[in-house]
């Protein structure tokens, strides 16, 4: 596993820099391309260890290239035509894909096998994939000690009732709500418990699905959505806000900052406007600039004394949020992201483990229940860092511990670069632009620094 050191900023940012294009809307049009009849294109496609995965399963299902490049995809879909895989379907750690995959099966008239790796199995995945079975589908659990496996025998004559479980994740609502347009009936989908975590993401397929012809009907209980399939389009991938969360994050760790973002192109997500207004809060001043496409951050004053955010819906930048607190000049407490646990690591208990190793005052929130919900930081800190940080094997873990590691007064070694293929691949490209310094090592951290 290569570890990399990153070092204090001990200056002023600056710079122009650049953010991948969002890689939730890139595996929604993923999806939505293949369940279309006709040619749709894909413009700005956004790369990712987990799109990539997506788009070769995707492939398998019947998704042909029509033409790829730098810029632009044009595809053909296969539409109710879905043919059956053949070959296992891998999709690594990547939960989405798993839960995504598993609606594409429904829809094939034979075997499809899913296989995660070991991390998978310690995520709740199996339990909420009841929908198959309800919707006329089934599946058996075949997973090994090392592996996650699901066999799905899929139908063509789905549709019917069906309750799902948002408490945690919308990823299993969202895969149903896909699949649901190319069911033989209509799927009524009851959402369990109370509203959804991550909400935004579930209105995010809702409206991409509608725009392309999609008949999905909010109701009392949760969503119907009657048989209609999916017209073409021509999709136009915004950029990623939860990448560009570890940029914003410099911003706020650094002595001071006024930076860049390059061709930006931001998109009507309620977790990107939410996550916007609680930089805002925080004392990152973002303005964007439609004409030259760029997006300015700049370091201010945060809005008040004590600021509380609601997380649960924006949990892929709750980990940023954990680094950027203890460096505001603010009591700051981030509540409602007890779901952020049953991520790919409990994102939340290893942020405030790590972040307290790096001599960051942090503690946890708790709910009634005794479970962690969020963290509660002081006041701007000056952590002594000098310590080997564990990102779990995580991406979004290893960035947000960068991020916090900027703002220490000696360098911290971080492992898992590898893992940043999985969102943002070229993020130590994009912050060595705007003047922060790493190195990779495997030697000894004793001798390092």
């Not at 994939?129 to 309800?134: A, P, V």
């Not at 997500?269 to 805002?280: G, I, N, V, W, Y």
Request: net charge negative; proline share 5%; aromatic share 6%.
């Amino acid at each position: 596993m290569t570890k990399v050191r990153v070092h204090p900023v001990e200056f002023a940012l600056k710079g122009e820099s650049f953010v991948p294009y969002s890689k939730p809307h890139m595996q929604r049009a993923i999806i939505l391309s293949l369940l279309t009849n006709a040619p749709s294109s894909i413009i700005n496609p956004g790369w990712s260890s987990e799109a990539a995965g997506l788009f070769e399963a995707a492939r398998q299902f019947g998704l042909r290239v029509l033409h790829q490049d730098e810029q632009k995809l044009h595809l053909d879909g296969a539409g109710k035509s879905l043919r059956a895989a053949s070959g296992v379907i891998p999709v690594a750690g990547s939960a989405f894909n798993f839960r995504s995959v598993a609606g594409l099966a429904c829809l094939v008239p034979g075997e499809t096998v899913i296989e995660g790796n070991t991390s998978m199995r310690s995520r709740p995945v199996v339990e909420h994939l009841g929908f198959i079975r309800d919707l006329g589908g089934d599946f058996e659990d075949i997973s090994d000690d090392a592996h996650l496996r699901i066999r799905i025998r899929g139908s063509r004559d789905l549709g019917g009732e069906t309750a799902v479980d948002t408490r945690h994740s919308s990823q299993v609502l969202t895969s149903v709500l896909l699949a649901a347009p190319l069911a033989a009936r209509p799927v009524d989908i009851a959402v369990a418990g109370h509203q959804p975590v991550g909400e935004g993401y579930v209105d995010l397929t809702v409206e991409m699905m509608r725009e392309q012809g999609a008949d999905v009907e909010r109701t009392a209980t949760g969503y119907r959505v009657t048989p209609s399939g999916y017209l073409s389009r021509v999709h136009h991938i915004a950029s990623d806000f939860t990448a560009l969360s570890y940029l914003a994050g410099a911003v706020a760790t650094a002595p001071d900052a006024d930076i860049t973002v390059r061709d930006h192109y931001p998109s009507r997500l309620s977790s990107e406007l939410e996550f916007f207004e609680a930089l805002d809060q925080l004392g990152v001043e973002t303005t964007h600039d439609p004409v030259t496409k760029t997006l300015r951050l700049r370091r201010t004053d945060p809005a008040a004394r004590r600021i509380e955010i609601d997380g649960s819906n924006i949990p892929t930048v709750t980990p940023t949020l954990a680094a950027i607190v203890p460096f505001v000049d603010a009591e700051v407490t981030v509540r409602g992201v007890a779901h952020v646990n049953n991520h790919k690591c409990r994102r939340v208990d290893v942020m405030i483990a790590e972040l307290q190793r790096m001599g960051c005052d942090i503690k946890p929130v708790y709910r009634a229940d005794g479970a962690v919900d969020g963290f509660t930081s002081t006041g701007r800190q000056h952590p002594e860092g000098g310590v080997e940080l564990d990102s779990h094997g995580d991406h979004r873990i290893f960035m947000s511990l960068a991020t916090a590691a900027l703002g220490a007064r000696r360098p911290s070694l971080i492992d898992g670069l590898e893992h940043l293929r999985a969102s943002f691949p070229d993020y130590l490209d994009a912050m060595a632009l705007l003047g922060t310094r790493t190195d990779s090592t495997t030697a000894a951290f004793e001798t390092a620094i």
